[in-house]
T-cell receptor, first 117, second 114 residues
Framework: DAGVIQSPRHEVTEMGQEVTLRCKPI?????LFWYRQTMMRGLELLIY????????DSGMPEDRFSAKMPNASFSTLKIQPSEPRDSAVYFC???????????????FGEGSRLTVL | GEDVEQSLFLSVREGDSSVINCTYT??????LYWYKQEPGAGLQLLTY?????DMKQDQRLTVLLNKKDKHLSLRIADTQTGDSAIYFC??????????????FGTGTRLQVTL
């Protein structure tokens, strides 16, 4: 398997524009997570899905952020409208969870570095 | 919510041992993890320990768990320049069933000097 695939790797946009980040999890993983990493706040969990269903979105900062998982192999994180304070690296990760003897290891993508001017 | 704390920076000489410490707050975490992040990359699992263990050794890595003090440490023996990275400890959130919902620490940047 190619691992978790994220796109774009880098995005520079202007304040007010819509941003869509994409993620393809590892095939067969039941869970998908979106994290945001900044120098000030470290790694923050934004939302996670189980079998394509959003389970916990309490980390989503505000209504400008939305995430979808229309099928087991694709998820998007959308920011509309974007603001400079949204500048961060956004990571997608997938996992089998801890059932069936699994250890709960998260497999991370390479991240999408977002800069909002 | 849970807070996982780490020191921000550690500098060691090549060949020495590195010890990275972590304090977590949730005593019911089933697994505790150490992840490594190299520049421009995502996090990768380095090792983990099950909560009923005190110690786990894996080649150059030794993990110690003190549940009473909620303290986790990672020792890297014979530290190499390739070990330079940011190291995150993480704990699994309680009451989330089989979801590997993790809370990460602030990360410790390890610098290995010649």
């Amino acid at each position: 398997d190619a691992g978790v695939i994220q796109s774009p790797r880098h995005e520079v946009t202007e304040m007010g524009q819509e941003v869509t980040l994409r993620c393809k999890p590892i095939s067969g993983h039941d869970y998908l997570f979106w994290y945001r990493q900044t120098m000030m706040r470290g790694l923050e969990l934004l939302i996670y899905f189980n079998n394509n269903v959003p389970i916990d979105d309490s980390g989503m900062p505000e209504d400008r952020f939305s995430a979808k998982m229309p099928n087991a192999s694709f998820s998007t994180l959308k920011i509309q409208p974007s603001e400079p304070r949204d500048s961060a690296v956004y990571f997608c990760a997938s996992s089998h969870g801890t059932g069936r003897g699994n250890t709960g290891e998260l497999f991370f993508g390479e991240g999408s570095r977002l800069t909002v001017l | 919510g849970e807070d996982v704390e780490q020191s921000l920076f550690l500098s060691v000489r090549e060949g020495d041992s590195s010890v990275i410490n972590c304090t977590y707050t949730d005593s019911s975490s089933t697994y505790l993890y150490w992840y490594k992040q190299e520049p421009g990359a995502g996090l990768q699992l380095l090792t983990y320990i099950f909560s009923n263990m005190d110690m786990k050794q894996d080649q150059r890595l030794t993990v110690l768990l003190n549940k009473k003090d909620k303290h986790l440490s990672l020792r890297i023996a014979d530290t190499q320049t390739g070990d330079s990275a940011i190291y995150f400890c993480a704990e699994s959130a309680p009451d989330t069933g089989t979801a590997s919902k993790l809370t990460f620490g602030t990360g410790t940047r390890l610098q290995v000097t010649l």
